[in-house]
RNA sequence: GGCGGCGUAGCCAAGUGGGAAGGCGACGGUCUGCAAAACCGUUAUUCCCCGGUUCAAAUCCGGGCGCCGCCUCCA
């Protein structure tokens, strides 16, 4: 039984979509005038792992993510750069999908842009004149805050209270300093359509509002998005929709925490903006996927280099793991004993083994607790280490129980967008990051570990260990298995 | 000033009334020519501090200290 912490009501709720197996849900995305920072990734991954998590629980989910495409932040960029904005807008849709790809993001069902729907948003700004809930203010619409009640129900502070802290920004156009632009008249080179109240553009919040109601119709399973856009934001499409149609906007709120660099807030001000192609750069999107997941959603995550290091130990653990069960396959193994000979120790590697889908379901039934169903993954790769270990194959572990537990990797993984692929070529692709960081040609290196075989071979000890000794200064270690020799970078 | 959150081992991090998950690191062992990897074992008598409720508290309540977010564009 799924349940949910819902920002609506501060508290964790039992998850029961509308419509029974069907649900809709509507995530922020992006304003496209920049390419996609670490915080970005956080968001589309903690929905995307939802997204997932629902469809595995057997809904069939209609995910929709928005795409701001016309933005003050967009306009702005195009004056820097002097091109327009349209040219802003399809650039950087395009290194978001690029990113967004690169993460091993699911596409969403649908992922709208604004400036597709542009009709529709002057549509319901109508309807909300008509209603009385806006206004007309040169060429302007504003939306009346104290028109609406329960303005406030989802950030949890009254109009008073918010009046009280002012610092809003006075417009002169407002009869109220809290209310919000649901049209903006444009200058002349601003994106402009024309409406009712002559040529404009629509505000930020109408766009959500529009777009989830098109795809989603006028009541939402969940909605998400990152915690900063409780206020205002969410509470003016809530604001909006509602005064549109009369009717509850989304059932469920769901808010992801922000990611700090080194314990500081990411902004442009602080110049640490971290972009998620740059850390792709020395790390494979696993382990920043890894490194998000082993947090809960809601937290801050802290964002170093010495975390994300961390993530990647355990990421080639858990590669490991899965290139030794590959390794395996094939073998032929003694034949499997009575259970009752099996030691101890390997019968409870087996129950666990066995216990983990259900303990996995367990954590993410709770609030997609994904640090906690990363904690049971450890103990699966705990576990199958020790089985695959000479214990295990000694007392004859079948074959098709270490293949089928192997599988738990995929199957359970791809929920949370991990382990999905080969071993060898998630060990070969970090390896080429880590080549081109410490620059080091990969020749050397194999020219130096024959020369190091051919030492052991005859047993010169001493120059074996001699050249295992400049490998390691270079951060290359050394390794000899029994199906020989292998280095990876330190 | 208003609203909200957080404080768990050297570090990262789950846990919200009755056993302190898991990872990294460290130390000891098995394996190894020696190592590494892997595995096994050890590593928080106690969860920021003080008081209270309870048979029982990291968990609930009150107070204090410290950190952070939102209230303005923001994932």
Redesign the pocket.
């Known amino acids: 039984m799924l349940r949910i912490y819902n920002t609506l009501s501060?508290k964790k709720e039992v998850f029961k979509p509308l419509r029974a197996k069907k649900v809709g849900m509507y995530a922020?995305?992006?304003?496209v005038y920049d390419f996609c920072?670490?915080?970005?990734a956080?968001?589309t991954v903690v929905f995307d792992v939802i997204f997932r998590y629902l469809r595995f629980l057997g809904y069939e989910v209609t995910y929709v993510r928005n795409i701001?495409d016309v933005?003050?932040?967009i306009i702005k960029k195009a004056d820097a750069e002097g091109v327009t904005w349209e040219e802003i807008a399809h650039r950087y849709i395009g290194e978001f999908s690029i990113d967004m790809e690169a993460l091993g993001l699911e596409k969403p069902t649908h992922e709208p842009k604004a400036t597709d729907h542009i009709g529709e948003m002057i549509r319901m700004v109508e309807g909300l004149m008509k209603k009385g809930y806006a206004y007309q203010a040169d060429g302007d619409v504003f939306f009346s805050v104290e028109k609406i009640k329960g303005y406030g129900k989802l950030?949890?502070?009254s109009p008073e209270?918010?009046e009280?802290?002012?610092?809003?920004?006075i417009d002169e156009k407002k009869r109220n300093p809290?209310d919000?632009a649901l049209w903006k008249a444009s200058k002349p080179g601003e994106p402009s359509w024309d409406s009712p109240w002559g040529k404009g553009r629509p505000g930020?919040h109408i766009e959500c509002s529009v777009m989830s109601q098109e795809y989603l119709g006028e009541t939402l399973d969940i909605h998400g998005?990152?915690?900063?856009?409780?206020?205002?934001?969410h509470e003016n499409e809530i604001a909006q929709s509602e005064g549109a149609t009369g009717k509850p906007f989304a059932r469920f709120w769901i808010h992801?925490?922000?990611?700090?660099i080194n314990?500081?807030?990411?902004?442009k001000s602080l110049g640490n903006i971290l972009t998620i192609r740059e850390i792709f750069n020395r790390y494979h999107p696993e382990i920043i996927r890894l490194f998000l997941l082993?947090?809960?959603y809601?937290?801050?995550?802290?964002f170093s280099d010495?975390?994300l290091?961390?993530a990647k130990?355990?990421m080639?653990?858990f590669y490991?793991?899965r290139k030794?069960m590959d390794e395996l396959e094939g073998k032929e193994l003694a034949p499997q004993e009575g259970k009752e000979n099996l030691e101890e120790?390997v019968l409870k590697?087996i129950e666990e083994v066995k216990a983990f889908p259900g303990r996995f379901q367990e954590?993410m039934d709770?609030?997609f607790?994904t640090?906690?169903a990363?904690?049971?993954?450890?103990?699966l790769?705990?576990?199958l280490?020790?089985l695959?270990?000479?214990?295990g194959l000694r007392h004859g572990i079948p074959l098709n129980f270490l293949a089928s537990a192997g599988d738990y990797f995929r199957r359970f993984g791809d929920i949370l967008g991990l382990f999905q692929c080969a071993p060898k070529h998630y060990f070969e692709e970090q390896r080429r990051r880590e080549l081109s960081r410490i620059q080091i040609d990969e020749h050397e290196i194999n020219r130096m570990i024959r020369e190091?075989q051919e030492a052991?071979r005859q047993?010169d000890?001493?120059r074996?260990?001699e050249i295992?000794e400049s490998l390691a200064s270079m951060d290359i270690?050394?390794?000899?298995?029994p199906n020989g020799?292998t280095w990876r970078i330190k």
């Not at 809601?298 to 802290?302: E, F, I, T």
């Not at 695959?388 to 214990?391: D, P, T």
């Open positions: 501060g922020c995305g992006v304003t920072h670490i915080g970005h956080r968001s701001t933005d003050d932040k950030s949890k502070r209270q918010m009280a802290g002012a610092r809003v920004e809290l919000f930020w998005g990152g915690k900063d856009l409780i206020f205002p934001h992801n925490g922000f990611v700090n314990r500081e807030k990411m902004s082993s947090h809960h809601r937290s801050p995550v802290d010495r975390n290091v961390e130990m355990g080639d653990r490991s793991t030794r120790g590697a954590a709770d609030d607790n640090a906690l990363l904690g049971h993954f450890h103990d790769a705990r576990n280490n020790a695959m270990g000479g214990e190091r052991r047993r000890w001493k074996a260990d295992r270690a050394v390794e000899d298995g020799t």
